[in-house]
Structures are given as C-alpha cells and as structure tokens.
C-alpha cells in the first residue's frame, strides 16, 4: 500500500507542470511553455494566456521580461505585457477574454535568464486547444453569444438601413408625383382660361 501511494505521488510531481494542451518550444538553452490557463478555453469567458520558462534541467526562470501578442484571424492584439504568477516560479501570465471560437496564434517576445525570446505559437498544430463555442458548456439552455448578438444586430442594422432607404426613396417618389400633378393641374387651368379668353 505504501509502495502504491509513492507510485502516485511520484506520478504527480513528475506531472506537474505546464498543462498537457500547451506547447513547448526551445529559445537558446530555455524552453518556453505557451497555452491557455484553463483548459478548454471557452470564447466569452475570461482565460489567461500562460508562458512557462525553464532551463534545461527545468529550473523555473524567475527573471523574464515577456509580452504576448494575440492573433486571431487578420487581427492582433498590441503587445500584452506577462506578469509573473504567484506562488508559481517561472509561469507569466496575462488575462485575456477570447471573444470568437476557433484557432488563435501566440507570439512570445522579450528577455528571459539573459536570453532573447522571439517565439510563435498556434493552436492550428494542436498543441494548444482551439477556443471552443460556450454555448457546449451551457446548461440548461443556450444563450447566445457575444458574436452571435453582433452578428444578429448586424443583419437587422442592414435591414433597418434598408427599409429605411425605401421610405426614403417612397418619399422622394411621392413628391415628385406631387409635383407632376400640381405642375397638369396649373397647366390645366391656364389651358381653360385661354380658352375662355379665346371664346
């Protein structure tokens, strides 16, 4: 039994460390761990973008000076400065809500233990989870998501735009009809008075 409980406990240090989905790349003589804080990620709800830095022997990096820049997609987030996490030597963190589901890109630039770091992560090599839709996670209903009210307010703006562009040009037509028929009216009365003026 007691041989059993150290089997487990060794199993659990030996475990310990950056999280399974994350990826693990070399800068110099450091390896630099990149992956969400918890695991799946969820679009909408708030997560962290982790780095882990160890040395070779996996020695945790207490002294690094890292930004993260998030890209989804075309678009990328500015510099996001890593802050080191309590309690957890060599792990850099910073809070970031995923607002779409699907592949995000990571790239790790600064200073750590003395070595420049200058690294590019992507969850399309299925290291690091995917962002996954929240609406799989809710129970007992779905409600939409952020994405998804934009994308609706989206579509009933054009429609809005649209229908109003056809009262717009509804009016425009009914005046010019308004017009046509003041301008034969006038033309009819000045007709009728030459003709009383003729007679």
């Given at each position: 039994m007691r041989y059993r409980?150290?089997?487990?406990?060794a199993a659990v240090i030996l475990s310990a460390g950056p999280a399974a989905a994350h990826e693990t790349k070399?800068?110099?003589?450091?390896?630099?761990a990149v992956g969400w804080s918890t695991e799946p990620p969820y679009a909408g709800l708030a997560n962290a973008v982790e780095v882990t830095v160890t040395d070779a022997a996996g020695r945790p990096a207490t002294?690094?000076?890292?930004?993260?820049?998030?890209?989804f997609g075309p678009r990328s987030s500015s510099a996001l400065p890593l802050a080191a996490t309590p309690g957890t030597p060599g792990r850099y963190a910073v809070t970031l809500v995923p607002t779409r589901p699907g592949d995000?890109?990571?790239?790790?630039?600064?200073?750590a233990a003395?070595?420049?770091?200058?690294l590019n992560y992507t969850s399309r090599e299925k290291m690091i989870e995917p962002?996954?839709?929240?609406?799989?996670?809710?129970?007992?209903?779905?409600?939409?998501?952020?994405?998804?009210?934009?994308s609706r307010?989206?579509?009933?703006?054009?429609?809005?735009?649209?229908?109003?562009?056809?009262?717009a040009r509804a009016r425009l037509e009914t005046?010019?009809?308004a017009v046509a028929a003041l301008l034969a009216l006038v033309l009819s009365v000045v007709s009728l008075r030459r003709r009383k003026t003729d007679a």
């Open positions: 409980f150290a089997a487990v406990l070399p800068a110099g003589p450091l390896r630099v002294d690094a000076s890292l930004n993260v820049v998030v890209t995000y890109a990571f790239r790790v630039t600064g200073q003395g070595q420049a770091v200058d962002v996954l839709s929240s609406g799989s996670a809710q129970f007992p209903s779905r409600e939409p998501s952020a994405a998804e009210l934009a307010t989206q579509r009933l703006s054009s429609r809005v735009d649209s229908a109003l562009a056809d009262a005046k010019v009809v």
